[in-house]
C-alpha cells in the first residue's frame, strides 16, 4: 500500500487538502498541519502537528526542521502532497532528500493572479507542480490539471 504524507499549513492551505481527500482512498495517509485541532477533520489517520513559519519568522525553521526530520523518518511516505505554504515547501525538500519520496505541489487556489513565494520555490523540489488556475500554467511549469474546488 503506498504510503502518503499530506502536509499543509491552516486556513485556506488545509481547507484545499480536505478537498483532496477522497483521492487518498485506498492509501496509507499521514496528515501534517499547524492546528492540533485539525486531527479531528482526519479521524482515523495519523496525524501530526508543525511549526507554522513564514519568510519573516526565519528563527522559526530551525524549530520547524527538527519537527519535519522526525516525522518524516518515522513516516517514510513515498509520496509527499501538499497543497502550499512555507512549511510544506520544508517538507517536501526533506522527504526527497531523507526518504527520496516522490513530491507534488498543488499551488493553494487563493493564487489567483500568481503563485505564492513558496510555490514559485517548489519547482526546485517537487516532481509534480501545479497549479490550480489555467492562466497560470506556462510551458516551464507549473501544469494546470483542474481546481481542488
Known sequence: MRKVLAVASGGGHWADLCRLYPAFSGMDVAFVSVHPNYARQVDGH????????????????FLLLPQLVRIILKERPDVVITTGSAPALFALALAKV???AKTIWI????????????????RHVADVWLTQWPGLQTEQGPEYWGAVL
Open 46 to 61: 495519523r496525524f501530526y502537528t508543525m511549526r507554522d513559519v513564514s519568510r519573516f519568522d526565519r528563527w522559526g525553521v
Open 98 to 100: 531523507l526518504v527520496r
Open 107 to 122: 499551488d493553494d487556489i487563493a493564487n489567483v493572479e500568481q503563485l505564492s513565494m513558496s510555490g514559485s520555490l517548489a
